[in-house]
């Protein structure tokens, strides 16, 4: 068997952090920014490339399947649960999607591999089967994720998301344009989960206040997508960028972007994933795209990409 399958990219347009806690938050594919996995079954010894994200050639063996390497996690895995003993063939990992920017690259490439390995086997997994799989590795390796990333990534689709809860996807009725703007400053969502965490024990009355208020802003937000109201829209996702400063989960970096981009037009713009680095994301009509999309370069994005949503 031989083939290419991948997996999208996410962002997080409202509810991150909150949604560690149960809350509901709203997600988005990025379709254009993918992981892909090339598998080419050869009966040698099972072995992944991932030189894109800097990864050294893995090859299988039953002591490295407990390495703590999440794509040998999502390897060891996927291999159990289709009952595959002594795999063979190889996967190369190709991602477009930015490490540790909140764009879901983890999730992604355990995505695309478990696919990959479906398919050196001329088997197809379910998305809740994968989801399962890539929330499993989501555990092991990055603290406590609410698992909208695996989510979003896995079914590629809009989703309003909350822990527990039947995955809920969503039909903008209206396009909508976002550009995401990369600070250029790695930051891991493990370390942004912890401070938050902290600061809910330290300061518990302020920091439920806070998870509560961008909980509102998410019921609206949905309401807004539903109605085509994007001012509002905009609003709200620049006043969860405020709450977000609250959490401290923020940086002066990524302050900056979010002032530009509304001084130059966007309806709205806040941090968007983690948080401390990664992107910004801005919420833009087409009339004053371009001059966002300048002033968001001007105040030191190392890049700016555009997704869309309905329409
Ligand atoms: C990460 O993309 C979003 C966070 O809310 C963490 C999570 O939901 O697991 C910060």
């Known amino acids: 068997m031989k083939g290419s399958v991948s997996a999208p990219g996410k962002a997080i347009l409202l509810g991150e952090h909150a949604v560690v806690y149960g809350k509901p938050a709203i997600a988005i594919p990025l379709p254009q920014l993918r992981a892909v996995a090339d598998f080419h079954q050869n009966e040698r010894t099972f072995t992944i490339c991932a030189a894109d994200i800097n990864r050294p050639p893995w090859h299988w063996s039953a002591s490295a399947a407990n390495s703590a390497d999440p794509l040998a996690s999502m390897a060891a895995l996927t291999l159990r649960h289709l009952g595959i003993c002594a795999p063979t063939g190889e996967i190369t990992i190709r991602s477009a999607i930015p490490i540790a920017s909140g764009l879901g690259s983890g999730a992604a490439v355990s995505a695309a591999l478990g ?108 309401a807004c997508l539903a109605a085509g109201k994007l001012l509002q829209l905009g609003e709200l996702m620049t006043e969860n960028h405020g709450r977000l400063q609250h959490l401290g989960v923020s940086s002066p970096r990524l302050d900056a972007l979010v002032a530009a981009g509304l001084q130059a037009g966007a309806l709205g713009a806040k941090l968007s994933g983690g948080g401390l680095g990664g992107n910004i994301i801005a919420l833009v009509e087409p009339a004053t795209r371009s001059a966002v999309e300048r002033a968001l370069l001007a105040a030191g994005a190392i890049r700016v990409l555009s997704a869309s949503l309905g329409g």
């Open 115 to 222: 696919r990959g390995i479906a398919g050196l086997y001329g088997k197809t997994l379910a998305n809740a089967e994968l989801n399962a799989l890539v929330y499993a590795v989501e555990k092991l390796h990055h603290g406590t994720p609410s698992g909208i990333d695996n989510t979003t990534v896995v079914f590629e689709q809009p989703v309003y998301f909350q822990r527990g809860q039947p995955l809920k996807t969503l039909k903008p009725t209206h396009r909508l344009d976002f550009l995401l703007a990369d600070s250029g400053v790695p930051a891991l969502t493990r370390v942004s989960v912890t401070a938050v965490r902290q600061l809910l024990r330290k300061e518990p009355v302020r920091t439920n206040s806070l998870l509560e208020q961008i909980a509102a802003a998410v019921a609206a937000a949905q």
